[in-house]
């Protein structure tokens, strides 16, 4: 089992940064494909991105292509989400998820055996 925490969102400008991480505990990170999604009011949970137990695999959603980078450091069982060119339509609360899944990557949130608290990202025009 696995217990994650997120950390990092906040408030910024448009066309501004933030750097999101999730700290893994108990079993190592390494373990897991690890995930980011989030979700706004009145919306379902969306994927934004994906990264394989070496990290070799990599998958984003569409909508943050470009300007969302995904890493982890399997040394530190943590994972990052460096987000570029914020805009208003990304905020929401961001989940850190973890799976058991043995390889690649998943876009799908019941893939996900672990979830973190969440981190408010708002993002003002």
């Known amino acids: 089992q696995v217990q994650l925490v997120e950390s990092g969102g906040g408030l910024v400008q448009a066309g501004g940064s933030l750097r999101l991480s999730c700290a893994a505990s108990?079993?190592?990170?390494?373990?897991?494909?690890m995930g980011w999604f989030r979700q706004a009011p009145g919306k379902e949970r969306e994927f934004v991105a994906a990264i394989s137990r070496s990290g070799g695999v990599i998958d984003y959603g569409e909508s943050v292509k470009g300007r969302f980078t995904i890493s982890r450091d399997n040394a530190k069982n943590t994972v990052y989400l460096q987000m570029n060119n914020l805009k208003p339509e990304d905020t929401a609360v961001y989940y850190c998820?973890?799976?058991?899944?043995?390889?690649?990557?998943?876009?799908?949130?019941?893939?996900?055996?672990?979830w973190g608290q969440g981190t408010q990202v708002t993002v003002s025009s």
């Open positions: 108990g079993r190592a990170s390494s373990s897991y494909v």
């Open positions: 998820a973890a799976s058991q899944m043995g390889w690649g990557t998943s876009r799908r949130t019941y893939d996900y055996d672990y």
